[in-house]
């Protein structure tokens, strides 16, 4: 760029803000950067703890069930009687610009769908372990996307930083520096040129 850029006083100061503008973009990019990181690192914890709390809740829910298979028999046709879930929405929020899904299970009161007499303690049990392994996973499922988008805007970000750090900015640094050293030695070659006429004036007037 320097090569090709005319060593004006007009040029300088536009590529010194270009320069100006290439820094603050890093500095908030590299800001953004790292809150991202943060959440994304806080998110990462959290899908840590509910995966943890997931494989332990179908762990007690299968043993629940297996137990009630023994004890009751198949339990098939209690299954049918669960009601089909549809209160699941999305939604999204901003994050530094970046849109991550809110995932919200409609919360109702949890009632057993099958009577006294058509099932025992440990069916019970089962379905109240599977509706909160069902919970769980819709929080679970919100949390890993976010972590993915997150991810994925923490890659942009980052290589769009290191275009201004690595490439834009010393671009820049080189242009002023090449047009700030065209101008100063334009600068001494018309004093020395100054000099020079002044002193044929001063040798004609002696």
Known sequence: MAVNTVPTKGNLIATK??????????????????ILVR?????????????SEIDSNYSEAYIALQRANITFGLCEP??????????????????????????KLEEKPLTIPFG??????????????????????????????????????????QKRANALRNIMIPKF???VKYITDALDEKDREEFSRLKVIKAQKSKKQS
């Open 78 to 103: 209690l299954a049918e009687a669960v009601p089909v879930d549809d209160g699941l929405t999305i939604d999204y929020r901003s994050v530094m610009g970046v849109e991550i899904p809110t995932v």
């Open 173 to 175: 640094e080189s242009t």
């Open 17 to 34: 803000k270009s320069l100006e503008l290439a820094r603050v973009g890093y500095d908030l990019l590299d800001r953004k950067r790292n």
């Open 39 to 51: 959440e994304m690192m806080t998110l990462m914890d959290k899908a840590a703890t509910i995966q």
């Open 116 to 157: 006294m007499y058509t099932s025992n303690s440990m069916v019970d049990q089962a379905y109240l372990k599977f509706q909160e392994v069902k919970r769980l996973t819709a929080v679970l499922a919100e949390v890993e996307n976010c972590v993915y988008r997150l991810a994925d805007a923490i890659k942009k970000t």
